[in-house]
């Protein structure tokens, strides 16, 4: 989860920007593949000068499945959520790992900001106004979602207090 602060010129009291956490780098992604490809390699080799041949191509089958499922997580992690708050509105958008984008837009003096403790899940943090309800921020962990709402709860009381109307 990355914070930018208030840029005095703009109009923007909150702005952030949440991204999906990945523990593993590129760097670790080379490695653990190598070491993948060093065991499959050799316990194949094992087991074709047995005579066991056949388990060769399972070996090579069970690396192009873990690359794969690696390249589908590094894709997932292309996700991000903006949140932006100004006087007049709070505006969220996700953007997908495609490209394609998401707007939702608030009126940030109705707006309720409601963090859901769930027992045995993850919390869920959701805003509501006039009817609409949109969760989000849902690839945070428990911690990392208490931050930011108490963060956005902060910005979204000081803009009330800061409307002249």
Known sequence: MTELSASPQAETSFAAILTPHRSLGPKGFAVLM???????????????????????GFMGLDVALIYIAFKLNYRAARLYETVDLTQ??????????????????????????????RIGRSSELSIASHGKRLVFATFLTDPEREDFAQALSTSLSANKAADPA
């Open 34 to 56: 190598g070491a993948v490809c060093i065991i499959s390699f050799s316990t194949g080799l094992l087991f074709y000068l047995i005579g066991a041949w056949p388990v060769v």
């Open 88 to 117: 007049t509105a709070l505006t969220v958008t996700r953007v997908q790992p495609s490209g394609k984008a998401q707007v939702w837009s608030f009126n940030p003096y109705w707006v309720r900001l409601n963090l859901e403790d």
